[in-house]
Nanobody, 125 residues
Framework: QVQLVESGGGLVQAGGSLRLSCAASGSILSINTMGWYRQASGKERELVATITSGGTTNFADSVKGRFTISRDIAKNTVDLQMNSLKPEDIAVYFC???????????????????WGQGTQVTVSS
């Protein structure tokens, strides 16, 4: 079993900062891309930022210059630093990871997409 656990959401004033963290644990052989997605009320889930195992990053246009993403390969963690937050950033933020895992007993290896439970980010204007 693989789990992704997020932390760091909350309420902040416009222009403020928050840092989200996500830790992957369980039956992990390796992790390819990790990232953050968000879903605002009544809208579809959208990409915020991703980072590959090699450190290549990708950001949604709406967050470029304000958000940064980083990861610790050894600890299986990914962080999202969010600066200059705006009311339009309000959403539930989900951690995502492409993880090579294995079945019980280790007989079968496979890659799958895993999601965290989500953490709420609210920005007051």
């Amino acid at each position: 079993q693989v789990q992704l656990v997020e932390s760091g959401g909350g309420l902040v004033q416009a222009g403020g900062s928050l840092r989200l963290s996500c830790a992957a644990s369980g039956s992990i052989l390796s992790i390819n891309t990790m990232g953050w997605y968000r879903q605002a009320s009544g809208k579809e889930r959208e990409l915020v930022a991703t980072i590959t195992s090699g450190g290549t990053t990708n950001f949604a246009d709406s967050v470029k210059g304000r958000f940064t993403i980083s990861r610790d390969i050894a600890k299986n963690t990914v962080d999202l630093q969010m600066n200059s937050l705006k009311p339009e950033d309000i959403a539930v933020y989900f951690c995502n990871a492409q993880i090579m895992t294995y079945t019980t007993g280790g007989h079968y290896k496979y890659q799958a997409n895993f999601w965290g439970q989500g953490t709420q980010v609210t920005v007051s204007s």
